[in-house]
């Protein structure tokens, strides 16, 4: 339960009127991602609707405990970078609005929050005597006191699904770009859990045919409670194994499934290097995937170039479509928000050094002889 990852579709072709008298009003990309500030919580409070879970929830005490913490990340005043949370968010320039969020946690599963999951077994069992054979999935609750770097609270404005940017890609891979920037402060594995299917009232299945019964509470009691306090499942959560094959056919139908709405982000994931580590959360049954950090494909191509030449974007635009290459590009400001990051164009260049787009490498404050980080993009 504790990373919801929510990404409408991204893909389109076309650019509404009001976004091309965007892109003509101000200079440099339309769009940037950037370190959220205190001053974000109003903004993201709307965001929040769209997803409302652990890590975002739509309640403005929570969005609050949230932005604190992410900037005393990105200031570095909480020193242990396991405690660290970071929150990225994407802003429309042009009305200076934030329209998605994502975020990295240090690490989830601590002694004081022990990153709680249920493994999930295959079974078989075979009787010679009737010649039966069954086939059965059990559960087992597990605790992990140092677990894996978490990410999650990924979520887009759905009236900018069909930009041609795709910014829920963009969202998603700015957090492998900043883990690769500060490799030591993270995990050498890296876990994102997707929603299962869901009701469309929120109900989940798994938790009425089990967690209900063991704590006497409904799955919004025991998700807004588990947003400050897990233990009472521990404390009250079977310890043995549970037969799947008890439960109804609706709780056994969502155990490791992915929701419509998660469908792109577990295709995404795979494509990267993540796998079903097969793991759910206890709560809902939505599968953890995970990956070994350092071979996550977007951490491994991330490096640390010079820029050596700016590209005039009508250059760029008058390469053919298979010759446009772009990169994610990020700096990170002495003063907040900490971390920027833009879409732009970008050529390799012999050794460290590379080509990026002019306007957004000005708008960044990126010129000739400046170093950025890069993420190419295919």
């Given at each position: ?66 932005l ?26 042009m ?77 998603s ?9 500060h ?14 299917p869901?009701?469309?009232?929120g ?57 419509a ?6 295709k ?20 953890h ?60 260049r ?25 993420l190419?993009?295919?």
């Open positions: 339960m504790w990373v919801r990852v929510f990404v409408p579709e991204v893909r389109g072709t076309t650019r509404s009127p009001r976004m091309e008298t965007a892109a003509r009003a101000i200079e440099g990309p339309l769009y940037e991602i950037r370190g959220s500030t205190l001053e974000d919580e109003a903004q993201i409070l709307a965001i929040a609707r769209h997803l409302n879970t652990v890590n975002l929830p739509h309640e403005e005490e929570g969005v609050q405990q949230i604190e913490l992410s900037q005393k990340s990105f200031t570095q005043a909480i020193k242990d970078p396991k405690r660290r949370q970071y929150v990225f968010v994407l802003v429309d320039r009305r200076d609005q934030i329209i998605g969020t994502s975020m990295v946690f240090g690490q989830l599963g601590r002694k004081d929050a022990p990153y709680i999951y249920l493994d999930v077994i295959q079974e078989e069992r075979y009787s010679q005597t009737l010649d039966k054979h069954f086939e059965h999935t059990i559960l087992k609750i597990g605790y992990s006191y140092n677990g894996p770097t978490e990410i999650g609270g990924l979520v887009l404005d759905p009236t900018y699904r069909r930009v041609p940017e795709r910014l829920g890609t963009f969202l891979y700015v957090r492998f770009l900043f883990i690769k920037m490799r030591e402060w993270f995990r050498d594995e890296v876990l994102a859990e997707l929603l299962p869901l009701e469309k009232d109900t989940s299945h798994l938790w009425d045919a089990l967690g209900r019964h063991f704590t006497d509470m409904t799955y919004a009691e025991a998700d807004k409670l588990s947003r400050k306090n897990k233990e009472f499942i521990r404390g009250l959560f079977p310890e043995g194994t549970i037969y799947a094959s008890l439960l109804p056919k609706q709780a056994q139908d969502v155990i490791g499934k992915v929701g709405q998660t469908r792109g982000v577990e995404l994931l795979r494509r990267i290097g993540f796998r079903y580590a097969e793991r759910v959360d206890p709560f809902d049954g939505g599968p995937f995970t990956a070994l950090t350092d071979e996550v494909t977007l951490v491994v191509h991330t490096r640390h170039l010079k820029v050596v030449e700016l590209i005039r974007e009508e250059d760029a635009a008058a390469l053919p479509p298979e010759k446009r290459k772009r990169a994610v590009v990020a700096t990170e400001p002495p003063g907040p928000p900490y971390f920027r990051a833009m879409l732009a164009a970008f050529e390799e012999p050794g460290d050094s590379c080509a990026l787009g002019a306007h957004a490498a000005h708008a960044l404050g990126l010129d000739v002889g400046s170093e950025a980080w890069i190419p993009l295919e």
